[in-house]
């Protein structure tokens, strides 16, 4: 299979890429390449996307079996590739969010009947999550529309693993391995988490490429235990039978401790009834169409290479510091 990447240098779509490498396909990464080298074995051709059609110009007339499209948010990056590239490819793989959901309140939603944002067709000046969900939404109504083969849109959750350097997920290996002392954690603590490996969404990516799957599918593992998820990587890491301390919502919000992301911050919470579906999809669809999700010591080792790479004991994107934690811990 010849398949093109649009990206290829980092994290999803490298994954991607390598991927498909190892499973012996061709890969060309269209890319400034810039962030990052693409993987060894694959073509580069360089391409500026915030150029319009003329940036595509080295890929006209080329035959694609396969194409996966990783813009972030951007539909008329989206529009540009499907005119240029759209006609000769039989496959093509959107990677969208599950940030394009309007509810995520209701439990048990899946990715064929729950409702959507409206679209926002072109990157706002503020960035806010329901316009980065709506940017996916016209992005998805583009492929749908435009381009005549099989079409497979994506929608991952939160994607940890090796490469991620968001720290919504690579907190906790970091702060299992630093060695000793109690760890705080959210309450309740066995509240629903979903993730999905890049590794994982980048072999199902291949599989369906490979099978010219067609659909809207979410990739998160199934609904897991906060509690269990900790315990796991905790002892991946080396640290079994962590003494974990939890704190309630209104105790983290009355000492400013964010859910989720950010600065002074928990990841894997995110509490509320807003939010008591944010974590709890329904993905029999995605197992049953080859979605396959690796143990959660593997991502959490990963992950922790990552982490060791980037610093332990650095400023971090999402988390507490190790003297935010003791200085909370201390007030309980």
């Given at each position: ?330 007030l309980l």
């Open positions: 299979m010849r398949l093109l990447v649009l990206g290829g240098t980092v994290f999803v779509s490298k994954a991607v890429a390598t991927a498909a490498l190892r499973r012996g396909h061709t890969v060309v990464c269209a890319a400034r390449g810039t962030s990052g080298a693409v993987p060894e074995g694959a073509e580069l051709v360089r391409v500026d996307r915030t150029e319009g059609t003329a940036a595509l110009a080295p890929l006209s007339g080329e035959h694609f079996d396969a194409v996966v499209d990783v813009a972030t948010m951007d539909p008329p990056w989206v529009r540009d590739a499907l005119e240029v590239v759209g006609p000769t490819a039989r496959h093509w793989t959107f990677v969208s969010s599950m940030s394009v959901y309007a509810d995520h309140g209701t439990p048990g939603q899946d990715a064929a009947t729950a409702g959507v944002l409206p679209e926002v067709h072109e990157r706002p000046a503020e960035v806010t999550p329901d316009a980065y969900g709506g940017a996916k939404v016209a992005s998805e109504n583009l492929v749908s529309s435009l381009f005549g083969g099989p079409a497979f849109l994506v929608r991952p959750g939160l994607i940890v693993g090796g490469g991620d350097v968001s720290d919504r997920h690579g907190y906790w290996p970091a702060r299992f391995a630093r060695a000793g002392g109690p760890v705080l954690v959210p309450e309740p603590v066995d509240d629903d988490v979903q993730f999905v490996d890049v590794r994982d969404l980048a072999d199902w990516i291949l599989l369906a490429a490979e099978e010219r799957l067609a659909g809207t599918f979410d990739a998160v593992c199934g609904p897991t235990p906060r509690s269990e998820v900790l315990a796991r990587t905790a002892a991946a890491v080396g640290a079994p039978d962590p003494d974990l301390v939890s704190a309630s919502p209104e105790f983290l919000a009355e000492h400013t401790v964010s859910p989720w992301s950010g600065p002074r911050s928990l990841p894997l919470w995110a509490p509320g009834p807003e939010y008591a579906g944010f974590m709890r999809h329904d993905v029999s669809a995605s197992l049953a169409a080859g979605l396959r999700i690796r143990p959660f010591e593997e991502s959490a080792t990963d992950a922790l290479v990552t982490e060791r790479e980037l610093g332990l004991d650095r400023t971090r994107h999402a988390g507490l510091s190790a003297a935010e934690e003791a200085e909370l811990l201390s």
